[in-house]
């Protein structure tokens, strides 16, 4: 038997009165997410327990069948072992957002203005963080490139009980209201401010604003912890894994998960993401490991800019770039297999970021006869079959022992 998941990261949404009342998932075109709907198992699943923030890296952790609430230690740690950064039991990783901010007169205040500079390109954003590491690292403070606008920082013998807020929570608001705050925060704050006396006039941003590109004028200090300690999933489930994504987020917890992470060529983590060649590589990887978990960042970034046509379009490309493929490559080379499509979370037009609500989910299964009619979106709860999860990292139970804890 083999085993894929499938997740549209922030796929789900709510209503919108600019599409009648409707979700982008609901508006979109996904005759392929509708058919494994009308032929499998479906259910809505809270992947992010009560109390705990609604990003990505719980969500995700808690599809994988890891209980965030035992397991979970931080957002950045998790990327830090996607980039092969070794972290001391003491040291503390910090999410580096490269962001642009719009600064009011007197430079006594700022707005977000964009929690991503634009989508600014890997090889700009490296050049940005090498001066950054240049100018500020030292024996305290490393930065590290990462992938566009997402990069680290990591804090030796660090403090991880700081206050801090993700950019993409606080688009179009004052930071003076959402600055770290808390033990060890001036100096976060420190290092912020620096960055935006280096990054303002540096000689990329000023070919990007020369272009009408946003500037990568300020770094963002965000989603910091200690290096986690997870059980590797074969010894959870039984199955050796890979893991596909474009971002170092998930990336990591492929790793920490003993899983065979595989990076493909032209993977952005944007609408310009290389669909076909993560359906391609995932099934050759499944060739050699029995379990896949494949991610598409698109739908949530696509949330975030608060687009519905960026959002419709991604959820349109997933089903017909990816989740197409997938299906038919797993019926012309295995006979068993189980298929799970899910969003790791909703990623809500009208907020522009994450939510907790449960999200929707379908599981096929090649062996089961199932035939019925029915739409794959948030309104699958209303079906008299559907299946409630609330702990969401009892998900896994049901892909792959075909039970619930």
């Not at 952005?268 to 598409?296: I, P, R």
């Amino acid at each position: 038997m083999k085993f894929v998941v499938i997740v549209g990261d922030g796929m789900a949404d709510r209503p919108l009165k600019a599409l009648n009342g409707k979700t982008p998932l609901q508006v979109a075109n996904t005759p392929y997410m509708d058919m494994l709907a009308s032929k499998g198992v479906v259910g809505m699943v809270r992947t992010i327990p009560k109390g705990l923030h609604p990003g990505s890296d719980i969500a995700n952790l808690s599809i994988l069948g890891y209980d965030p609430t035992v397991y979970y230690t931080g957002r950045a740690p998790l990327e830090a072992g996607s980039m092969g950064i070794n972290m001391g039991e003491s040291d503390v990783a910090y999410r580096c957002n490269l962001v642009t901010l719009k600064f009011c007169r007197g430079m006594t205040n700022a707005v977000m203005d964009d929690y991503s500079a634009g989508h600014i390109t890997s090889d700009e954003a490296r050049g940005l963080i090498e001066t950054i590491q240049e100018m500020m690292g030292n024996e305290e403070f490393r930065f590290y490139p990462g992938v566009s606008y997402r990069h680290l920082m990591v804090w030796k013998n660090g403090c991880k009980d700081v206050e801090c807020v993700p950019p993409h929570d606080i688009t179009g608001k004052l930071i003076s209201d959402y600055l770290p705050i808390g033990e060890c925060s001036q100096k976060i704050q420190m290092l912020m401010r620096r960055s935006v006396e280096i990054l303002t006039d540096h000689e990329i941003n000023k070919q990007r604003m020369a272009k009408g590109l946003k500037p990568a004028n300020s770094i963002w200090l965000w989603g910091q912890g200690k290096k986690p300690s997870l059980p590797l999933f074969f010894e959870k489930y039984g199955v050796n894994g890979a893991l596909i994504s474009a971002v170092d987020l998930t990336k990591g917890l492929g790793v920490f998960a003993g899983f065979k992470v595989i990076n493909v060529p032209g993977a952005t983590g944007w609408l310009d993401t290389n669909y076909e060649g993560k359906a391609q590589y995932g099934l050759d990887a499944l060739n050699e490991v029995d379990f896949l978990y494949l991610h598409v960042e698109a739908p949530d970034e696509a949330g975030h800019s608060g687009r519905i046509d960026y959002k419709i379009q991604a959820i349109e490309d997933l089903d017909t770039r990816v989740i197409r493929p997938v299906f038919e490559g797993l019926n012309k080379r295995f006979k068993e297999f189980r298929l799970m499509v899910l969003p790791d979370h909703p990623t809500p037009i009208e907020i522009k970021t994450h939510s907790d609500e449960p999200v929707p989910f379908v599981l096929y299964d090649s062996t089961v006869t199932i035939d019925t009619i029915r739409k794959y979106d948030e309104q699958i709860h209303t079906q008299k079959d559907c299946i409630h999860i609330e702990k969401g990292h009892s998900l896994m139970d049901l892909l792959i022992k075909n039970q619930l804890r």
